[in-house]
């Protein structure tokens, strides 16, 4: 069973910035596949970004790229998403995920 412990989420203005993080337990990401998913209010779940488990190699939405960037920190056992330029349609719920697992979600709210 993984585990994650997902925090970071809040309100922002317009323009701001958030990080978000998820610290996995009972496992090791190195070993998956992993990154951030997103669920807008009405909406689908969507992909964000991700990270090859093969090479490391990153991989983002187009609308993510540029503005989103997908990191993790090994000696944590963490995932990060840091978001820039945040937009009122980036409002959601954000899910880290590793393999076929997934966290329990952390709100994002981009309003003024």
């Known amino acids: 069973q993984l585990e994650f412990v997902q925090s970071g989420g809040g309100l922002v203005q317009p323009g701001g910035s958030l990080t978000l993080s998820c610290t996995g337990s009972?496992?090791?990401?190195?070993?998956?596949?992993v990154g951030w998913l997103r669920q807008a209010p009405g909406k689908e779940r969507e992909k964000v970004s991700c990270?090859?488990?093969?090479?490391?190699?990153?991989n983002y939405m187009n609308f993510a790229e540029g503005r989103f960037t997908i990191s993790r920190d090994r000696t944590k056992n963490t995932l990060y998403l840091q978001m820039t330029s945040l937009k009122p349609e980036d409002t959601a719920v954000y899910y880290c995920?590793?393999?076929?697992?997934w966290g329990n979600g952390t709100l994002v709210t981009v309003s003024s």
């Open positions: 990270i090859s488990s093969v090479d490391g190699s990153t």
């Open positions: 009972g496992f090791n990401f190195d070993y998956f596949a």
């Open positions: 995920n590793a393999g076929t697992s």
